[in-house]
């Protein structure tokens, strides 16, 4: 577990002002990186890091400030726009970069005057996917998602024998990951009609999200040796919002007896910001389990993560109708949860359970940490557990009803992290609007 340093010092403040704006997800505790170029003049990817309502731009950083020579070097692949060559380095070396940035942006740094003009607005920015994501897994790890969404599909038997003991998880498709604020088309796909023995091809009618978190991978374990439970954390990059969105009626038909498949890869979308695993350190709580339980099997256990395995995180769903837009409406809060509270499993057990097999991870794989759904009803991470299947409408504050996504509806994760004695930091937001389906 990393442990607390100067970066996370809470009275730290940066000479970049807006830093210091209450409730700025992004002061000079946190730091996260993101991949992005000016919007207005497609002059190339680069890295930057966010600090309060601006991007440090380290394509420019590196050749305004005659950095030392360890850090020069790292900021050489990020200025070429490449995160991946960062998240592959050693811990060591990444802490050595976050203190260094953290001096450097810190009210009173020397080298304000040379950094000021490497800073820009992130409204002017256009974001990317923020690093080579090679593959993507979702996981499973809220069992409170997992219990509710199973009496949908399986009333007499909601939660299956293997759960307790298995962190659940499928390869989902990295192609058709996208960065906040990419929009996209209802999918289209076999739906079998309720009663009907055949299915039809058609847009989907129960388009739903999944709030979810982002877990980026920094290890390239050689194929046939595990990552153990020692060695996790250390392979845990950072953290982003995931919006998993599903057509449960096309993922009801396919999902038996291989799982997910179609219902999923239409589309998923990233927040641009990775929030380090460095930065989260002051919000690492307890894992626990619940007496009547079985402990996890020893591969998956360790003292470290019994002690701080686990993350507190609030994370919020909002969404926006089309009228609500129209209107001149904010978007309306639908549900809050907490990873710690939500999760089975912690992101390190993720680690060595994918890994215990002999299976290979790479630098900028993505694992997807399955719905985060709290304990209690409203605290639901998708539309079908908060619609119950789709049978209790949700009533929108200005009137309208949802049991699934309608066409022009924006869905908005946002989440951030507080502990008494440290900066709130936040993960920024995710967001994606549904559009049309194609004509079929
Ligand atoms: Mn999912």
């Not at 998602?145 to 038997?157: E, Q, Y």
């Not at 307890?286 to 339980?293: G, K, L, V, W």
Request: proline content about 7%; overall charge negative; aromatic content about 8%.
């Amino acid at each position: 577990m990393t442990p607390l340093n100067a970066t996370h010092d809470a009275s730290l403040t940066s000479w970049v002002t807006s830093a210091q704006t209450l409730d700025c997800d992004f002061p000079i505790q946190n730091l996260p990186f993101g991949r992005f170029q000016i919007a207005a003049k497609k002059d190339g990817w680069r890295i930057g890091i966010a600090i309060g309502d601006q991007i440090l731009d380290l394509r420019q950083a590196l050749s305004s400030v005659a950095w030392q020579a360890d850090i020069a070097r790292m900021l050489a692949p990020l200025a070429a726009g490449d995160l991946n060559a960062h998240m592959a380095e050693s811990v060591a070396n990444r802490s050595a970069f976050r203190a260094a940035m953290s001096s450097a942006l810190a009210a009173g740094s020397p080298l304000e005057s040379k950094l000021a003009s490497c800073l820009m607005a992130q409204a002017s920015a256009e974001m990317s996917v923020p690093c080579r994501i090679g593959d993507y897994t979702d996981f499973f790890t809220s069992i409170h998602h997992a219990t509710s969404v199973g009496k949908l599909f399986r009333p007499d038997n909601p939660l299956l024998p293997n759960y307790k003991y298995v962190p659940i998880g499928y390869h989902g498709r990295a192609s058709s990951i996208n960065v906040s604020g990419t929009n996209f088309k209802r999918p289209l796909g076999q739906i079998l009609p309720p009663g009907q023995e055949t299915p039809v091809f058609a847009p989907s009618k129960r388009l739903d999200y999944e709030m979810e978190l982002a877990a980026y991978i920094s290890a390239s374990n050689v194929q046939g040796e595990p990552i153990s439970m020692a060695n996790a954390e250390d392979a845990l990059f950072g953290l982003g919002l995931f919006n998993d969105w599903s057509a449960r009626d096309v993922q009801a038909w396919e999902y038996q007896p291989l799982g997910p498949f179609l219902a999923k890869s239409f589309a998923s979308t990233v927040s641009p910001w990775i929030v380090t695993m460095e930065a989260l350190a002051p919000f690492r709580v307890p894992f626990t389990r619940p007496a009547e339980d079985p402990q996890p099997l020893p591969y998956l256990a360790s003292k470290a993560n019994s002690a701080s395995g686990a993350i507190n995180i609030t994370l919020e769903v909002w969404l926006q109708t089309k009228a609500m837009l129209d209107g001149g409406m904010g978007a309306a809060k639908l549900s809050t949860a907490n990873f710690a509270d939500a999760s089975y499993w912690t992101l390190a057990q993720l680690v060595a359970h994918h890994t215990v097999n002999g299976c290979n991870l790479q630098v900028g794989d993505m694992f997807g940490s399955g719905t985060q759904s709290g304990p209690k009803p409203e605290e639901g991470g998708s539309l079908l557990e908060l619609s119950k299947g789709g049978k209790q409408p949700l009533e929108l504050p200005n009137g309208e009803k949802r049991t699934f996504l309608e066409d022009g509806d924006t869905v908005i994760f946002r989440g951030d992290c507080k502990s008494a004695g440290h900066a709130r930091i936040g993960l920024g937001e995710v967001r994606a609007t549904v559009l049309p389906a194609r004509a079929s």
